[in-house]
């Protein structure tokens, strides 16, 4: 395997995490977010700053990058999560653009708009690869249980599931404190992977890549948020000698896909053998008249 192909596989790997982290909280829960970008630049700074000043093992760097993502989320999460729709959207547009405003800032602690270069070479494919089998296995697990279930009813109708006794703000703000740790790990992961970051690569370009690839595969379908991520790199990725025309085909196949296709690539459905047995068994009927017999 070539170093160009293994990149693209570790950088697939890398966007899959963090794509999991939006799904949880844009796909399962309802709350529309465009500025998640700000906790992969979390994890991504503290993990750097962690092993290049601290000498820090890169292993519990990228876990601390995750964990202190998902206490800021937490902290910005208690009073903005009372905001709904596109109120929140909007306002986490400000949040994901503060925080990189302040990584930009703050020189004497990130270098600021200068990167931060020098970090250690950690996340090979080995070590991408094993993050992402054991969170995608976390989030499929987390989703099935009962937390899940209080995600998915916040998501159809948050007034019906407050009167049903579901504590709804307490899932939102759950919700986002956990797909903040995925978002910090995965920036911390790509802060091993690049060895040198910018608070310029974390800008509301980047958020609003993890929020189009979550609508691109499907609200409330994991596995279509990873095919969505996966279809969305391979495009960016392999029409880069064209990079004048990069960008035009980007939009050109979301565009084809949300005509198509308006619920996303896989809807609300997952990747599985019920999902392939259903796409086959698949018959088209004849609609029925009043009378009980065949329309024509």
């Known amino acids: 395997m070539s170093g160009y192909v293994e990149g693209i596989i570790i950088l697939l790997f890398i966007n899959g995490i963090a794509a999991m982290g939006v799904s949880l909280l844009t796909g399962f829960t309802g709350v529309f977010t465009l500025g998640h970008a700000g906790y992969m630049a979390i994890g991504a700074y503290s993990a750097a700053i962690m ?5 820090i093992h890169w292993f519990p760097a990228i876990l601390a990058g995750g964990i202190i993502a998902m206490v800021v989320a937490y902290l910005i999460g208690v009073p903005t999560l009372r905001l709904m729709g ?36 950690y996340t090979n494919l080995p070590v991408a690869v094993i993050f992402f089998v054991i969170m995608a296995l976390l989030m499929f ?5 009962n ?37 910090g790990v995965a920036g911390a992961l790509m802060a091993g992977f690049l060895t040198f970051i910018q608070p310029v690569m ?20 994991l596995s279509g948020s ?9 495009v960016t990725e ?14 050109a196949v979301m565009v ?31 609609p029925r008249t009043a009378e009980g017999g065949e329309g024509r």
């Not at 974390?202 to 379908?221: I, P, W």
């Open 51 to 55: 092993t290049v000043r601290y000498g």
């Open 86 to 121: 596109d109120y929140y959207a909007i306002a986490s547009i400000g949040l994901g653009e503060s925080i990189r405003l302040i990584l930009e800032n703050w020189q004497s602690f990130t270098r600021g708009a200068r990167g931060y270069p020098g970090i250690d070479n």
């Open 141 to 145: 697990f987390l989703i099935q249980s």
């Open 147 to 183: 937390f899940g279930r209080a995600f998915k009813a916040c998501r159809d109708d948050y007034v019906a599931a407050s009167l049903l006794g579901f504590n709804t703000a307490r899932y939102r703000v759950l919700s986002l404190s956990i797909s903040a740790f995925y978002c």
């Open 202 to 221: 974390f800008d509301l370009n980047k958020s609003t890549e993890l929020t189009a690839v979550v609508v691109f595969g499907g609200l409330g379908s």
């Open 226 to 234: 990873l095919i969505g991520t996966a279809v969305i790199t391979l």
């Open 238 to 251: 392999l029409f880069r000698p064209i990079s004048q025309y990069r960008m035009l085909i980007y939009g």
């Open 256 to 286: 084809i896909i949300m005509v198509v296709r308006p619920e996303g690539i896989m809807g609300q459905n997952e990747l599985g053998p019920r999902f392939i047995r259903s796409l086959f068994n698949r018959k088209d009927r004849l």
